[in-house]
Every structure is written in C-alpha cells, then in structure tokens.
C-alpha cells in the first residue's frame, strides 16, 4: 500500500519525501505548489498538482494509501492575523475534507497532521505538555487546534486513525521564512550589523528538519492513532539571542546586534516542549541545534536567494 504526503513539495514535506525515498518508499505528493515548489522534489515520485480540497472519490479509486502525512497548510502566523479567514481556508478546510474523503473511501487509512505548539499559547513557566491547556493566541494557532479537535472527532466518531503532532520551532535547508533563515539572510547579506526582531529575550525549542522527519515517520509506525495530539521539539531551548549568538559563531561573523524590541502580534514569548510522550514511543533527536544551523548555513550559502 502507498504512503501519500500532502504539501510534499513545501519545506518539510519534501524532507518527508527523501526520507521516505531513503527507505525505498515511494510516496505518492499531493501539492497545489501555492507556497512549495516542485524543484524541492528531486527524486521522481508521483506528483498531483492539485489544492486537498479537490480530492474525490476518482482520486482513491486506485487503492487507499496505508498512511496519509497531511502537511498541506500555511505555517505563517503572521499571515493569519493580516487574514484570519483567509487561514482557516488553507488550515482548517482542507484538514475537516480530507477526513470527510478519509470517512467515505480510505476509513482504515492512518493520517497523521501537521499541527503546531502554538496551539498552547502563551508564557508557560514550564515546558507545554500535551496534557496542558490550550489556548491558542494566533488564527493560525486556532485553525490547527480546530483541525486537531475535527481529527480527534473522526477517531472517536467515526473510527479513523489520525494523530497530531504539535511541532514547535523548526527550521533547516529549504526552508525560506522563519527566524532562523532570516537571520542566516541578514548576515549572509551584511556580517557587520544585525538588527533582530523583538528584545532577544523570547525562547524557543528549535527542531531541525530532520528530526522532524523522524517523529513523523516514528509516529506512523507506533503512535495510537486514536486521535492523540503529540508534542515534536528538539529539546535544545535557547532565547532568540542566544540563536544570534550560535548563528554568528557557526558564520565566524562578529556583528554589532540591534533588537528592535517590537512584538509581533500572536506570537508567544516563551514556547517549549515537554517531549515525554514522544520519547516514550523511542524518539530521541540525533541532529543538534549546532550541527543543524550548520548544516543549514551551509545550504544557505550555496543556494542563497
Ligand atoms: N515550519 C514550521 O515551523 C511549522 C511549525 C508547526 C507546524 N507546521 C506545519 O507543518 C506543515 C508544513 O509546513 P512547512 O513549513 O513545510 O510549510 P510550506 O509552506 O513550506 O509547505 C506547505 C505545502 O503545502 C502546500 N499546500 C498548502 N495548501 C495546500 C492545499 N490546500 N492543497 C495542497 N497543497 C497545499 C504548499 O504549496 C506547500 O508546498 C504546515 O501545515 C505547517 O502549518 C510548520
């Protein structure tokens, strides 16, 4: 049975993709390319340029895939609150239909989605577990909760496998937004000055692409698909300052840094994760926030903007 991966040609979708390439799996992507890109699938693999929203019936006439990885989506929060109902019909829509076709034509397929840990939202004083409470800040933040909550009805409801996974801050080579490539941007383009957003002081869990890969692959073989939502993060937190610092170090480049001391609108200031329940299905992180920004710089440079 095949492996199906919407938004397979975004950023981590198309990590997804080798990794499954790697395996000798040969997913089928499904992608409408409205913020991926088809040159990040560089190995053949079937490919339907078509938006979630227009799957039917015809299309799971040759057979239901044994595993769906919904990445399909927008990641930007900044976009949700520029258009919150802009966000819900690229966030929430395609998620409620694609368990809708799930329901009538592929009910013992597992799906695993693509939610975030900002579904938590703000200023824990420790790290945010899944048993936490959940009060999402941003409309991004809101449609992937909604779309947690449409999963978790479809399994208890109607018996489907679905699983959630709550990713914190990720970065790594592809990827063209965010605060890690902004920042690798900026002194890629000037190594003298930096100016940096917000006071340097929010904190983050950053995940490389990679590990990411791993949890979802991980989660598709061992989570309980009774409509759990598991948290994903690196367990390296460091502040955004502390980011600067390693970014630069690993650039050998010493700027003077300004912080503009803004906030950004539905953003949280401190945003970690406890990873017990992912742990105890055997995952553990194999490429450090070192090794990783490194690996990242190094994509950077050779493919700049
Ligand atoms: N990158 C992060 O930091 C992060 C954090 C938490 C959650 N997520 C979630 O992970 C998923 C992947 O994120 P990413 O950073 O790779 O984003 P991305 O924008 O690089 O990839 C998303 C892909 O989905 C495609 N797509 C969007 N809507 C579609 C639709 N309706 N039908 C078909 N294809 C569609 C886009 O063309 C793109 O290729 C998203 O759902 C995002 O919300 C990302």
């Given amino acids: 049975m095949s492996v199906w991966i919407t938004g397979g040609a975004g950023f981590l979708g198309s990590h997804l993709v080798d990794a499954l390439l790697r395996r000798g799996e040969v997913p089928v992507v499904i992608d409408d390319l409205s913020s991926g890109d088809a040159a990040n699938l560089r190995a053949p693999c079937p490919f339907h340029q078509r938006n979630v929203l227009s ?33 819900m019909d690229r966030n929430l829509r395609p998620t409620l239909h694609l368990l809708e076709q799930l329901r009538h034509h592929a009910p013992n397929t597992k799906l695993i ?35 947690e909550r449409y999963c978790f009805a479809y399994a208890r409801t109607y018996g489907l496998s679905t699983c959630s996974l709550r990713l914190f801050s990720v970065y790594g080579r592809r990827q063209r937004k965010q605060v890690v490539y902004d920042l690798i941007r900026k002194l890629h383009a000037d190594s003298r000055q930096l100016t940096v957003f917000g006071d340097g002081t929010q904190v983050r869990d950053f995940s490389h692409a990679a590990n990411i890969v791993d949890a979802f692959l991980l989660a598709a073989e061992k989570a309980p698909f ?23 170090e690993a650039m050998d480049v010493n700027p003077s840094v300004q912080f503009t001391g803004a906030r950004r609108p ?15 299905l055997g995952y553990s992180p194999h490429v450090s926030l070192r090794d990783g920004l490194r690996d990242t710089i190094e994509w950077y440079r050779i493919h700049p903007e």
Avoid at 226 to 234: H, S, T
Avoid at 266 to 280: C, E, K, V
Wanted: proline share 6%; aromatic share 8%.
């Fill in 226 to 248: 009774q409509g759990e939502a598991i948290n994903v993060a690196g367990g390296e937190t460091v502040t955004i300052g502390e980011l600067v610092d390693l970014i630069a």
């Fill in 55 to 87: 799957l039917d019936a015809n299309f799971f006439q040759s057979g239901p895939p044994s595993v769906i990885y919904h990445l399909a989506g927008d990641a930007l929060v900044s976009r949700s609150v520029a258009g919150p109902v802009a966000d």
């Fill in 266 to 280: 539905g953003d949280s200031q401190r945003w970690i994760a406890d990873t017990a329940a992912l742990r105890s």
């Fill in 113 to 147: 989605f693509a939610s975030t840990g900002a579904v938590y939202g703000e200023n824990a004083e420790r790290p945010f577990a899944e048993s936490d409470g959940l009060f999402p800040i941003s409309p991004y933040a809101v449609s992937k909760l909604a779309s």
